[in-house]
Structure formats: structure tokens, C-alpha cells
């Protein structure tokens, strides 16, 4: 339930790409605003995250869950609605602000269920809901725009986000059956206590690594059917055909990689590394290209470098914080993540506006994962304060001012 929640916020955030341009000329939005819409989403779901988490180690991820997927869905159904841009900006944000704790409250329950050992695989299988949200994205959006117009399909998701919810509330439980008497918290009584998290240098490094990450895949997700469209002309529906090989890849690779991590016990820094540096290069290469062959035979590589990293800074953040306040390490760092998304559509709608050019759009992408490769080799996951050991011999993770 927790990769179904995921996935639907995932297919909504991943709606705009292929609507934008139709969406745009429904509305009479310029070429250089579209990129706005995306930006009001991700402001939402920026602080979204900030106090998401927070609030998913006070309420429970179930609760979370719940609740934000029953609004979200809600006003996906009213974007589909909108005549005006001022309203599609609005709604898009609202939609943003609800759609964006599903992370934390996820992550929090998996940092429940799973040991260390078992999380890399877990988290793969989790993080595959957003490669798949674009997948199903672009594989259904321009096929009913072809047939009835882009707002039934924010009305469909809507629908289906909010049945989700539903059933998220019924069928999750913070903890599972044997759990009873573990000292790991589901939830607290009172506010979490931030402070360790905000004098922890190697969550603040992971922030900017995920940032540089997330900087070239959502400028991708969101920019790149329209500017293979109108910088290349190539068709709507073949462009989302790139997008969808494209993240199809990422739902295998993402377990394929977490399962890898775990057996192999390469743990997930250096993995972080050689896969940002790949993402960064195969961006350049694919701005280089200009036909649809070309796109189709790059769009694996790039969805591997793409998304194949999200499980392992996933994985990464309950080993710097602790699973007391994993909650609010998930949704704070995500939302230093998210702020790359926040910021790239709007940036690349700019130089590709200024500059008319599909190859400078992919190097201000590119740049993103150089810098979170970069910025990664500096984490240090072995520091001595992240594991002590306990008496039974076990490894132990200290977290607000306590072992667990």
C-alpha cells in the first residue's frame, strides 16, 4: 500500500509532462511559462516534505498516507476543471503541498518493517513507484489526449489517488504482526525533538547529493517530450514512447540495484557516485541527438542513470539519522531534493526560450548530477557516533540522545 500511494502521487506528478502542451494551448500559456506550472507543484511538495516527515514521526505513517492522498486526489480532480492559469498555478501547488509527504510516511514504515540489512531491496522496490508514476504518465496521458482531451486524465487519477487513500487507511498498520514489544517508535506522544538532525553534516551533503540528482531527473521528466516535440518534431505520442522506455528501465533497475547493494554489502555511497556521474554524461549525449532512433536507443541508459540511485539515498538516510527521527530525516531531506525540481523547470524553460536550443537544455541538466556526484564522495556513513554496539553484540543505531 505504501508503493501504491507512492506510484499515484508519482503518475500525477508525472501528468504535466505530456499535458503540458496541450494544456498550454487550452489555456494560452507561453512557451516559457509552462515550466511555471511544473514549479508550483514542487513548491508545494517541497514543504510538503519539510513538514511531512516531521509530522509522520508525531501521527504514524498510515495516518500520513491517508490523508494526503485523499486531498491530493481531490483537487487532481478539480486541476482537470481549471479555465483560468492563475487557478491551474494554485491548484497545482495545493496538489503539491498534499501529494508530498507520501514519502516520509513510506519510508518511515519500511525503516519499521525492515532490518539494515533487508532496507536496499526494500527501498528499490518502494522507489520504483516513481519511475513507474512516469511510465503510466506517459503511456496514458497522450493516448487520451488523442481521444478526449487532457482533463479526463487528471480527472482518472484523481479517482484513483483517492481510492487509494482509502485503502491505505483500512489495510495499513504502523507496525507489523511480532512488533508489539519492540522499542522502535512508530510514532511519538509529543513533537520530535529536530536538533540531532539539524547538527548532522552528512544529512546536509546527502540533501545536496539527492538535489543534484533529482535536478536532472524531473528537469527531464518534466521538459523533455516538449522539447523533443518542438525543438526536434518529433510526435506526442513517440515522444512519450521515449519516457516510457525511459522509466520503464528504472522499475527494474531500482530493486535490481537495492538487492545488489544488499548481498553484495557494497553499502550505498560509492553505488551513488559512479551512477550520478553516468546520469550526468549519458544527458550530454543524449542533447547531442536529434531523431527519434537516436532517443529510443538512449532512453535505457538513461533511465538507469536516472532513477537507480534514489533507493541507495533512500537506503542511505535512516543509517545518518537514526530510525527515531527517520520521519523527519526522509521529509527534510527530501525536501532539500525536491528543491532541484522545484527550480530546473523553470530554469530550463528559460534558457530553452532564450537560447532556442535542445543541447543547452541537457548541459544546465547535466550539471545537476555532476554536482551530486561531487558532492557525495564527502558523506562519511562510518562515522563512529552513527553505530555503537549493544550489549547483545548487535549493531545499534543512536538517535535523540538514546540507543535504539
Known amino acids: 500500500m505504501c508503493w501504491a500511494a507512492f506510484t499515484m502521487t508519482s503518475v500525477d506528478r508525472s501528468t504535466w509532462g505530456p499535458a503540458s502542451a496541450s494544456v498550454s494551448e487550452s489555456l494560452a500559456v507561453p512557451i516559457a511559462a509552462i515550466g511555471i506550472f511544473a514549479t508550483c507543484y514542487y513548491i508545494g511538495y517541497v514543504a510538503s516534505n519539510a513538514f511531512g516527515g516531521f509530522l509522520t514521526d508525531w501521527l504514524g505513517g498510515r495516518m500520513i498516507l491517508s490523508i494526503t492522498g485523499l486531498v491530493a486526489g481531490s483537487f487532481m480532480i478539480v486541476f482537470g476543471e481549471i479555465e483560468s492559469i492563475s487557478a491551474g498555478l494554485i491548484v497545482q501547488g495545493v496538489v503539491g503541498l498534499f501529494a508530498g509527504a507520501d514519502f516520509a510516511g513510506g519510508l518511515k514504515l519500511i525503516a519499521t518493517w525492515f532490518r539494515p540489512t533487508q532496507r536496499g531491496f526494500a527501498m528499490g522496490v518502494f522507489m520504483t513507484a516513481t519511475s513507474l508514476g512516469t511510465v503510466i504518465a506517459n503511456a496514458v496521458v497522450p493516448r487520451m489526449i488523442a481521444a478526449s482531451g487532457w482533463r479526463e486524465s487528471y480527472h482518472l487519477f484523481g479517482i484513483v489517488t483517492i481510492v487509494i487513500s482509502v485503502l491505505c487507511f483500512v489495510l495499513l498498520r504502523d507496525r507489523t504482526p511480532g512488533q508489539e514489544h519492540e522499542r522502535l517508535p512508530v510514532r511519538t506522544s509529543s513533537l520530535p525533538n529536530l536538533r540531532p538532525l539539524l547538527r548532522n553534516r552528512d544529512l546536509v551533503l546527502l540533501g545536496i547529493t539527492g538535489f543534484g540528482g533529482l535536478w536532472g531527473t524531473y528537469g527531464f521528466v518534466t521538459w523533455s517530450n516538449t522539447l523533443m516535440v518542438k525543438a526536434n518534431g518529433i510526435d506526442p505520442v513517440d515522444a512519450g514512447t521515449v519516457l516510457v522506455i525511459f522509466a520503464a528501465v528504472a522499475v527494474a533497475a531500482k530493486p535490481m540495484m537495492g538487492w ?9 555511497k560509492l553505488p551513488i557516485i559512479v551512477i550520478l556521474t553516468v546520469f550526468g554524461c549519458t544527458l550530454l549525449v543524449f542533447g547531442s541527438f536529434s531523431t527519434l532512433t537516436q532517443f529510443l536507443w538512449c532512453a535505457p541508459l538513461l533511465g538507469l542513470g536516472a532513477y537507480a540511485y534514489a533507493p541507495l539515498t533512500a537506503a542511505l538516510t535512516p543509517v545518518l539519522a537514526g530510525s527515531n527521527l527517520v520521519g523527519s530525516a526522509a521529509g527534510s531531506v527530501n525536501a532539500v531534493w525536491q528543491l532541484g525540481s522545484v527550480a530546473v523547470p523553470a530554469v530550463l524553460g528559460f534558457v530553452f526560450h532564450t537560447t532556442g536550443s535542445f543541447y543547452s537544455a541537457f548541459i544546465v ?8 556526484a561531487v558532492t557525495c564522495c564527502f558523506i562519511r556513513p562510518d562515522r ?3 553505530r ?3 550489549r547483545d553484540g548487535a549493531t545499534s543505531i543512536p538517535t535523540a540522545g538514546h540507543t535504539i
Open 260 to 268: 545488489i547493494t544488499d548481498r553484495l554489502r557494497l553499502g550505498q
Open 365 to 372: 541538466l547535466a550539471i545537476g548530477p555532476f554536482i551530486g
Open 384 to 386: 563512529p557516533h552513527y
Open 388 to 390: 555503537t554496539q549493544g
